[in-house]
């Protein structure tokens, strides 16, 4: 069965810090990768996807993340982040075709202004 | 306009109860989810249905028990509530035949208190 690690579990960085949290995920056939946002008290929304083509994939407000398919890893990276980026990040993966999701154990990021 | 809408938002009872939470979604979606989230924030699957399918189900106690009426409703329903069903519950929707690894619309989320 496939997982998904998150090593990052608490992250706390300076407004206009650069992030970087990490995602490795243990599955060697094709995957689908995803980043999903939980802001304090809220549901969780998609950042960005990877399904294929340009490993380098851009995403909502300034967010991007990277598929390196040789370290199983899809690592979400932002230049400078703010205050408002405040919020739980959740990697997860489907294999596939296969619809049933894995979620990580989440990286809580708290930006001090 | 609302996507994916859960009722109630919190949900405080006593252990033993039993209790149900329902989850529509107006976005045309063939694949409905409930996930559990715990106080570690950790989420996990529940169950999925495709049009009203059971396709996964994964190891939840029987006392957990979904029941779709049609494809854009989705409800749980909880028998005899235990301490360690406390959680926020999330239902979710995707696009496509069994959602094929599409991204997923949540829900606000149900949180559940048992006392």
């Known amino acids: 069965a496939q997982s998904v690690s998150q090593h990052n579990h608490h992250v706390i960085l300076s407004e206009a810090a650069s992030l970087e949290l990490g995602c490795n995920y243990s599955?060697?056939?094709?995957?689908?990768l995803f980043w999903y946002v939980q802001y304090p008290g809220q549901h969780l929304q998609l950042l960005l996807k990877?399904?294929?083509?340009?490993?380098l994939v851009k995403g909502i407000k300034g967010f991007e993340a990277e598929f390196i398919k040789s370290k199983f890893s899809f690592n979400l990276r932002k230049p400078s982040v703010q205050w408002s980026d405040t919020a739980e990040y959740f990697c997860?993966?489907?294999?596939?075709?296969?619809?049933?999701?894995?979620f990580g154990t989440g990286t809580k990021l708290q930006v001090i202004p | 306009d609302t996507a994916v809408s859960q009722t109630p938002k919190y949900l405080v009872t006593q252990m033993g109860n039993d209790k149900s939470i329902k989850c529509e979604q107006n976005?045309?979606?063939?694949?409905m989810y409930w996930y559990k989230q715990d106080s570690k924030k950790f989420l996990k699957i529940m169950f999925s249905?495709?049009?009203?399918?059971?396709?996964i189900n994964e190891t939840v106690p029987n006392r957990f028990s979904p029941k779709s009426p049609d494809k854009a409703h989705l409800n749980l329903h909880i028998n005899s509530l235990e301490l360690g069903d406390s959680a926020v519950y999330f239902c979710?929707?995707?696009?496509?035949?069994?959602?094929?690894?599409?991204?997923?619309?949540f829900g606000d989320g149900t949180r559940l208190s048992i006392l």
């Open positions: 976005l045309g979606h063939d694949t």
């Open positions: 997860a993966v489907t294999l596939g075709g296969y619809q049933k999701v894995t």
């Open positions: 979710a929707s995707s696009q496509g035949d069994r959602g094929l690894g599409q991204p997923q619309h």
């Open positions: 599955y060697g056939g094709t995957v689908n």
């Open positions: 249905y495709n049009n009203k399918e059971l396709i």
């Open positions: 990877y399904f294929s083509g340009d490993p």
